[in-house]
Structures are given as C-alpha cells and as structure tokens.
C-alpha cells in the first residue's frame, strides 16, 4: 500500500509557509529526536514539493525577446546570460 503525500495538493505558498514553520521548530533545539526525525522527513516532503513546483512553473514562463523589430515568444531559460 502507498502512502499519499498529504501536501501533495497544496498551493506554493502554503508549502512554503509551512517548510519555514518546520525550520524554525527544528532550529528552536527544543523538539525530542522522534519529533525532530519527523518533522525533518516532513520538511523533507515540502521542499521536494516546493522545487517541484517550481520547475513546473519556470518550463510555462515564456519570454517576449525582440528579434530583428518582432517581438516573439520563447521559454524562459534561467540559465542564459549567467557567464
């Protein structure tokens, strides 16, 4: 049997709010290791989640470039002009 990932469905800034929640309960030093161990599992899953979703959304970002006096669509490339 699988288990669903309970914030599969949750929205980006939910995802986010909630990983910031887990760090700041694993950075305060005061959680026991049991609840230390699932709250970084728990972190684990969201930040998956998050980088997920934000590939999803850099590969529907589209780019208006001028080429020769028209305008055209292209994908975004986060990695160009980086050098």
Same mark, same amino acid.
């Given at each position: ?18 990983? /910031?929640?887990? $760090? %700041?309960? &694993? ?13 970084? =599992? *728990? !972190? ?13 959304? /850099?590969?529907? $970002? %589209?780019? &208006? ?13 986060? =990695? *160009? !002009?980086?050098?």
């Amino acid at each position: 049997m699988t288990e669903k990932n309970p914030n599969h469905d949750l929205p980006f800034e939910e995802a986010m709010k909630k990983l /910031e929640e887990v $760090v %700041e309960r &694993l950075e305060s030093g005061d959680v026991p290791l049991e609840e230390s161990i699932r709250l970084f =599992e *728990e !972190g684990m899953r969201l930040s998956r989640l998050c980088g997920d979703k934000l590939d999803r959304m /850099e590969q529907q $970002v %589209e780019m &208006l470039v001028q080429e020769n006096g028209a305008w055209v669509k292209k994908p975004f490339d986060p =990695e *160009e !002009g980086k050098d």
